[in-house]
């Protein structure tokens, strides 16, 4: 398993098709213009990211186009059984050419009689909103082929942010939702890559800033920072708060730092090339900065009441206001349809915190009903295996068709997340960085 990184490096080979069955393209098109976004490329939706043209599973047809500068790829298998589900895919950096890819679960899909769509969206960067609209539009364009009775809707990521979003905005159009290492906690996300730097620097005892307009000149200055930062940091003390941040003590938190403090990014520590500052916590959707810690109480352990340290470091930390409204929607937590979600517990990417936010916002709202969250034994960002994945959604599909609700796991109970065995009841298979579930 890999870590699914939020910039992807590729070169793309593509264009514009119909909107008719394809047949195994001989060649690639080269990137076409977008007809709504200046500036923007559409690759071809009849080649795969590497340049190869996009073959049908056996026994399935597939249509391409493109829609309102977004391309699309339907697939749907000879046995259909009425059902399709829409995919959303994660972050793709702020690149200028769009690509549609298919969803993880396209094969079992497809053995099992659904149909899939997917869409490029017609922008890249965090722009959820527009993957809500292209995520939703491809039910009207799947309606021009065949008629669905049924609709899923499944998201990896910030995909998993589009599909809560999706349910709530257009609460008709799904029968059930499969978000997975989803960014369910909406903003909450980037609060905690701002956690994750203030903390940093406090306990190292070395000044930052956060400009909302950063020149040109501070990425520079911020490289500068982290390595001072990391020559006096007491790592133990930062792995205890950003465990507390990112959804309590739970096992295999050692390895999943050290997974994360060791891999890097952009000429950075991971951890740290996530630092809102160097976009002005904009994200670069917003009009403003999207993250606050105004009232944030750091922790770096779970007494009753704060130590010496924890007073120095949350009277220290730099505290940052936020100024955006707009830009990342926002996720109430009133989930309309069945919702089953998967998220690594090690992930420090998009942490398991995110999950937590939403059992959160959806007990607040009385839907904790609809809501069923697993634990993933994993460190990386959506390694799940084949047999996590499947079961899930196989167990959504009969929430939603027969009424059976499936288990899950009880992601607000502290001591629950905090026993040894947490996370082994739906995990597949031992990652090295757990010891093996008994």
């Given at each position: 398993m890999i870590v699914r990184r939020a910039v992807l490096a590729a070169t793309l080979i593509a264009g514009i098709l119909t909107g008719?069955?394809?047949?195994?393209?001989d060649t690639c098109a080269a990137p076409a213009p977008s007809p709504t976004r200046p500036g923007y490329l559409i690759a071809d939706p009849d080649?795969?990211?590497?340049?190869?043209?996009?073959?049908?599973?056996?026994?399935?047809?597939?249509?391409?186009?493109?829609?309102?500068?977004?391309?699309?790829?339907?697939?749907?298998?000879?046995?259909?059984?009425?059902?399709?589900?829409?995919?959303?895919?994660?972050?793709?950096g702020t690149g200028?050419?769009?690509h549609v890819s298919d969803p993880d679960l396209r094969e079992h899909y497809i053995d099992k009689g659904f149909a899939w769509a997917a869409s490029s969206y017609a922008t890249n960067g965090y722009d959820v909103d527009q993957g809500v609209r292209d995520t939703y539009a491809l039910i009207g364009v799947f309606r021009r082929i065949l008629r669905p009775k049924l609709v899923y809707i499944s998201g990896a990521s910030m995909g998993g942010h589009v599909t809560a979003v999706a349910i709530e905005r257009?609460?008709?159009?799904?029968?059930?939702?499969?978000?997975?290492?989803?960014v369910l906690g909406d903003v909450e996300l980037?609060?905690?890559?701002?956690?994750?730097?203030?903390?940093?620097?406090?306990?190292?005892?070395?000044?930052?800033?956060?400009?909302?307009?950063?020149?040109?000149?501070y990425p520079a200055r911020w490289a500068g920072q982290v390595t001072r930062i990391k020559a006096a940091l007491t790592e133990q003390a930062w792995s205890d708060v950003l465990e507390r941040r990112s959804g309590g003590e739970r096992p295999g938190f050692a390895g999943a730092f050290g997974y994360w403090d060791a891999a890097s990014q952009g000429g950075l520590p991971f951890l740290f090339s996530v630092w809102p500052g160097l976009s002005g916590g904009t994200a670069g959707i917003a009009s403003g900065n999207l993250t606050d810690n105004r009232r944030t109480v750091y922790r770096i352990g779970d007494t009753r009441r704060l130590t010496a340290a924890e007073r120095e470091l949350n009277a220290t930390v730099l505290r940052v206001g936020r100024t955006a409204t707009d830009g990342v929607p926002r996720i109430a937590g009133r989930p309309p349809v069945p919702v089953l979600s998967l998220h690594g517990i090690g992930d420090l990417f998009v942490p398991f915190s995110m999950e937590q936010e939403y059992a959160r916002r959806a007990a607040a709202n009385g839907r904790s009903h609809l809501f069923v969250s697993r634990a993933i034994r994993d460190v990386t960002h959506c390694g799940f295996t084949a047999g996590e994945?499947?079961?899930?959604?196989?167990?959504?599909?009969?929430?939603?068709?027969?009424?059976?609700?499936?288990?899950?796991d009880p992601i607000l109970d502290r001591r629950a997340v905090a026993s040894p065995g947490f996370g082994c009841r739906f995990t597949v298979g031992t990652r090295p960085e757990f010891p093996a579930c008994r």
């Open positions: 008719t069955p394809a047949a195994a393209a080649c795969d990211l590497d340049g190869t043209p996009f073959t049908a599973l056996p026994g399935a047809r597939v249509h391409t186009g493109v829609e309102n500068g977004a391309a699309w790829r339907i697939e749907i298998p000879r046995r259909w059984n009425g059902r399709l589900v829409v995919y959303a895919h994660g972050y793709r200028t050419t769009v257009y609460p008709r159009a799904f029968a059930g939702a499969m978000p997975y290492c989803g980037f609060d905690y890559f701002l956690d994750a730097g203030v903390t940093a620097a406090a306990l190292a005892g070395v000044g930052i800033e956060f400009p909302l307009r950063p020149g040109a000149d994945a499947t079961r899930a959604f196989d167990d959504l599909v009969g929430w939603v068709e027969r009424g059976r609700r499936p288990s899950g």
